[in-house]
């Protein structure tokens, strides 16, 4: 993933325009929010066992809405004669909708699901780093590399066990303490153009594909497993975009845009996927 990523860069002085003219802002600065309505599944299969003495065909998916508002910073600046920009965003914590759910398939017919689906206490903050390369037609040709962290922290709540032979439910509260720390590496290739609408609005367009995205998610239950957690890994295929209409204010310019993504994984038995839509409000500074 990084050799790719580092064999770009090093084209980077080459392909790239000139550096700017003298008395332009060496770093631009730039901060907004974003309002996201985002959904992520992990589904992991694996053999394991419920209340036999051997394993039987298992999975277990985790489910939340990582819905959340986005505040970030960035700076946009040369490096080797290319356009580059660095972000850094993070979420307040929000309590909202998760689930651990495990379904077990016995040898009797009798498929067990067992877990929570309630309420989690969840955070994330994300960095990446986007680097022009060259040009094409107005549009800014690059590579992008990020990274994002989130981690989820279940209360109290019911296991409910479902059988189906023969048909049951039972509810019994847990104490135990869970946490999930999910890590999302990212890279792959960016594109942005911009538009201008007369001397003091402009349309600006951006697009990611993220062909090398890794997730990892971590459990932990400190009260079933001491000093240890549980990670399994996925691979997949990222995408988004992000539509804004500017307007240029002395050297202050304000953005107003809708972004949409989404991650889809390359295996059915390692899965990690997430859906997400937004607006953006942002303010840029040394146009």
């Known amino acids: 993933m990084f050799s790719l990523i580092a064999a770009l860069v090093c084209q980077a002085a ?23 309505v985002e959904h992520v599944r992990y ?40 356009a580059a920009r660095t972000e850094a965003a993070f979420t ?8 651990d759910l495990d379904t077990f398939f016995d040898p009797s017919g ?47 709540d019911f296991v409910v066990v479902t059988h189906t032979i023969p048909p049951s439910t039972t509810r019994t509260l847990t104490t135990d303490h869970e946490t999930t720390i999910s890590q999302v590496v990212e890279s792959g290739f960016i594109g942005a153009a911009g538009w201008r609408l007369g001397d003091a609005w402009r349309l600006s367009a951006s697009v990611d594909a993220l062909p090398i995205t890794r997730a990892l998610l971590t459990v932990s239950l400190p009260e079933k497993y001491p000093g240890r957690g549980t990670t399994a890994a996925a691979s997949a295929f990222g995408a988004r975009g992000r539509l804004a209409i500017e307007r240029l204010f002395r050297r202050v310019t304000v953005g107003l845009g809708a972004t949409g993504g989404g991650v889809w994984s390359y295996e059915l038995s390692s899965g990690y996927r997430a859906q997400s839509a937004g607006v953006t409000l942002y303010l840029r500074a040394g146009d």
């Open 43 to 82: 589904h992991f299969t694996d053999a394991s066992s419920f209340d036999t003495a051997t394993l039987v065909p298992h999975f277990f998916e985790q489910s939340y809405d990582a819905s959340n508002t986005w505040i970030f910073a960035a700076a946009d600046y040369r490096l080797a004669g290319a």
């Open 110 to 156: 009798d498929v067990i699901v067992s877990g929570t689906d309630g309420l989690v206490s969840l955070r994330s903050w994300a960095v990446a780093e986007r680097l022009g390369i060259t040009t094409w037609r107005g549009w800014t040709i690059g590579v992008t590399v990020g990274y994002r962290r989130s981690r989820a922290d279940f209360p109290p």
């Open 14 to 36: 080459s392909l790239s325009g000139p550096a700017p003219p003298p008395g332009s802002p060496r770093v631009v600065f730039s901060a907004g929010v974003e309002r996201r």
């Open 92 to 99: 307040p914590r929000v309590t909202t909708p998760g689930s």
